[in-house]
C-alpha cells in the first residue's frame, strides 16, 4: 500500500495523523447547509394532475446512492410565490433522521443541471462555498468509515434518530490540493463501480436462489416427488393439477381446531405469560426475537378451552405477511394475538411440517390475498375464510416423505444465500475502508 512521504498530527483524536499537504476544517467553514421542503401536505406530494408539480430529491435517492440519480425523483405541488430552497448542482444532501445510527448522516451529491428542483423534509442539503474543496471528495470523505463514526455519534433519539444542525456542521474535514482530490475521486469512482457491480451481480444471484427456493416449495407440496405419476384435476384453481392417487379437502376435515387470537390489546407487563403475534412468525419458524408479557389471568381466561401446545400451527391471517405459518416448536405457555390463527392438525393422517410448507407456499399466499381482496377486505383472513379452503392431502408417508426432502434442499439453497450474503457483507465492507483509506490519507493514489 502506497503512503504519503510525511504526515503531521491532525488536531483530532480519532484521526490520528494526515498528510502534512493536507489541510483541516469544518463542514461549517467549507459550505452552508440549507433546509428541505416545508409546510407541505401529504396530498401535495405525487399527484400526477396538479399542474404546480416540481421534482424533489426523496429520502430514498439520498439513502440509496452515492451521486443523486435523476431517475427517481419524486413530485411536490410548488406554487410561484413559495419560498422554498431549491437545490442546484454539486449540492450534498445528509438524511438527517433515520431509524438506526448505520444511515444517519448518509449523504450524496447532485451531479446534474436540473433546472427546477427541491429536497426531502427530513434531509439537509449543503452547498460548497471554499473553492480549494472539490464537492465529489467531500461526498466521498463524508462516506468514509470513519466520517460515518463520527456522525453517527452525534445523533440522538429513540424511536427515530435525529442528527442536530450543529453538530453536524461541527464535524471536521480534511483537504488535499484540488488536484489531488480530483485524483482521489477519480480512482475511487472506479473501484467502487466494479465493487457496486459485483454486490449486484450477487444480489441477482440471491434473488434467483430464493425464486429456485420458492418454485421447490410451490411444485412439490402441490405435485409431489415422482414426475412420472398419473395426474388429476384437483378441481381447485390456485393448486391444479395433482397425483392421482392424492386427495383435495376441505381444511375443516383435516383440522381439530381453527380459532383467532385475542382480538383486543391487553395489559403489558415486565413479567408474566408470553404473548405472541404476526411478528414473531418469521420464515416459516417460531421466532422470539420479541414479545411482550400479559398475566396469568388473562392468559387463563384465553387458554380456558383451548391452549397452544407444540406441534401446533400458527398461520399470519393479516397484513403483508399473510399466509406465513409456523409449527410451534416449544413447550412453554404462551397466548396469541389477533394477528395469527391457531390450526390443530387431526392427529396420525396428518403431518404439520408438511401443512407448514403448504401455508408458505407462494400459491397459498397469493390465494389468501385474492380471498381478501375479492371480499373488500383489507388484507385479513377469517376462521370461515380457513374452513372454505381446501388442501391437497397426500397419503401420510408422502407427507413425511416431502418435508424430509424439502427440509434438505431448501437448507442447501438457504445455506447457499448465507453464504452470499455474507460476501456481500464483505464487499461493503472492503468498499467502506477502501473511501475511507484513500480520503483520509492513510492510502496514497499512486496515478
Excluded: A
Excluded at 103 to 121: P, R, T
Amino acid at each position: 500500500m502506497e503512503r504519503y512521504d510525511s504526515y503531521k498530527d491532525s488536531g483530532v483524536e480519532w484521526m490520528n495523523k494526515i498528510p502534512s499537504n493536507w489541510e483541516k476544517s469544518r463542514i461549517r467553514m467549507v459550505g452552508d447547509l440549507y433546509g428541505g421542503l416545508t409546510g407541505k401536505k401529504g396530498s401535495d406530494f405525487n399527484d400526477d394532475d396538479n399542474p404546480s408539480n416540481k421534482p424533489f430529491v426523496p429520502f430514498t435517492n439520498i439513502f440509496n446512492n452515492t451521486y443523486i440519480s435523476k431517475d427517481h425523483f419524486q413530485y411536490v405541488n410548488v406554487e410561484e410565490n413559495e419560498n422554498q430552497n431549491r437545490v442546484l448542482k454539486n449540492d450534498l444532501f445528509f438524511l438527517m433522521s433515520s431509524e438506526s445510527y448505520e444511515d444517519l448522516g448518509k449523504c450524496s451529491i447532485l451531479l446534474e443541471d436540473v433546472e427546477e428542483l427541491y429536497l426531502n423534509s427530513f434531509c439537509k442539503g449543503f452547498r460548497i462555498k471554499d473553492s480549494k474543496v472539490y464537492p465529489l471528495f467531500l461526498n466521498y470523505q463524508l462516506l468514509g468509515s470513519l466520517h460515518k463514526e463520527m456522525i453517527s455519534v452525534e445523533g440522538n433519539g429513540f424511536t427515530r434518530i435525529n442528527l442536530r444542525q450543529d453538530r453536524l456542521l461541527d464535524i471536521p474535514v480534511f483537504i488535499p490540493p484540488f488536484s489531488e482530490q480530483q485524483q482521489i475521486v477519480s480512482f475511487l469512482d472506479t473501484k467502487t463501480s466494479l465493487i457496486d457491480s459485483l454486490i449486484e451481480k450477487t444480489q441477482r444471484k440471491i434473488e434467483l436462489l430464493k425464486e429456485k427456493r420458492t418454485s421447490l416449495i410451490n411444485e412439490v407440496v402441490t405435485k409431489g416427488l415422482n414426475p412420472n405419476v398419473e395426474m388429476k384435476d384437483s378441481g381447485v384453481e390456485w393448486i391444479g393439477e395433482i397425483p392421482s392417487h392424492w386427495k383435495c379437502m376441505k381444511f375443516t376435515h383435516i383440522t381439530d381446531n381453527i380459532t383467532c387470537g385475542y382480538t383486543s390489546t391487553p395489559d403489558y407487563y415486565d413479567e408474566g405469560i408470553m404473548f405472541l403475534s404476526s411478528q414473531n412468525v418469521k420464515k416459516g419458524k417460531l421466532d422470539l426475537w420479541k414479545y411482550n408479557f400479559i398475566s396469568e389471568e388473562l392468559h387463563g381466561e384465553l387458554t380456558k378451552h383451548r391452549r397452544v401446545v407444540k406441534g401446533d400451527i400458527l398461520v399470519v391471517r393479516v397484513g403483508v405477511g399473510i399466509g406465513n405459518s409456523c409449527v410451534v416448536d416449544i413447550d412453554d405457555e404462551f397466548s396469541i394475538y389477533v394477528s395469527l390463527t391457531h390450526v390443530r392438525l387431526k392427529p396420525i393422517k396428518y403431518y404439520n411440517y408438511f401443512y407448514n410448507y403448504v401455508f408458505n407456499s407462494p400459491k397459498f399466499k397469493e390465494e389468501c390475498l385474492h380471498i381478501t381482496k375479492h371480499g373488500g377486505g383489507v388484507g385479513n383472513l377469517n376462521v370461515k375464510d380457513f374452513e372454505r379452503f381446501k388442501f391437497v392431502v397426500p397419503p401420510l408417508k408422502e407427507q413425511q416423505q416431502i418435508v424430509e426432502y424439502l427440509d434438505e434442499q431448501t437448507q442447501i439453497i438457504d445455506n447457499t444465500i448465507s453464504i452470499e450474503e455474507k460476501r456481500i457483507e464483505l464487499l461493503k465492507e472492503y468498499r467502506q475502508s477502501l473511501i475511507s483509506e484513500v480520503v483520509t490519507g492513510k492510502r496514497k493514489v499512486v496515478v
